[in-house]
């Protein structure tokens, strides 16, 4: 098991940019699939990104694609969600997950661990 750790949310104007970190515990990281999934009231969670082991292959929701990017740093037990271009509908709050898999490129999706969350707030 990992345990993670997520930070970076805030209140950001449309058209603005920022970056979640998560960081996690444990010395398997580099063994998990990660991803990014959010989640807003009375809705389900959903998919954001997620990226292989050795950050070779990536995934992303066709809500985000082209605007948010997704990486890891192995060395530091750290997964990143570069946001870019943040609309109002990407308020939400952020949650990090590991577990998943890609298998030929495409991503499949099956959580293990999850972070606390972090919210993200987009102002119009």
């Known amino acids: 098991q990992v345990q993670l750790v997520e930070s970076g949310g805030g209140l950001v104007q449309a058209g603005g940019s920022l970056r979640l970190s998560c960081a996690a515990s444990g010395r398997t990281f580099s063994s998990y699939t990660m991803a990014w999934f959010r989640q807003t009231p009375g809705k389900e969670r959903e998919f954001v990104a997620a990226v292989s082991r050795n950050g070779g292959s990536t995934s992303y929701a066709d809500s985000v694609k082209g605007r948010f990017t997704i990486s890891r740093d192995n060395a530091k037990n750290t997964v990143y969600l570069w946001m870019h271009s943040l609309k109002p509908e990407d308020t939400a709050v952020y949650y990090c997950?590991?577990?998943?898999?890609?298998?030929?490129?495409?991503?499949?999706?099956?959580?293990?661990?999850w972070g606390q969350g972090t919210q993200v707030t987009v102002s119009s």
């Open positions: 997950a590991a577990g998943g898999a890609f298998y030929s490129g495409k991503y499949f999706p099956a959580p293990e661990n």
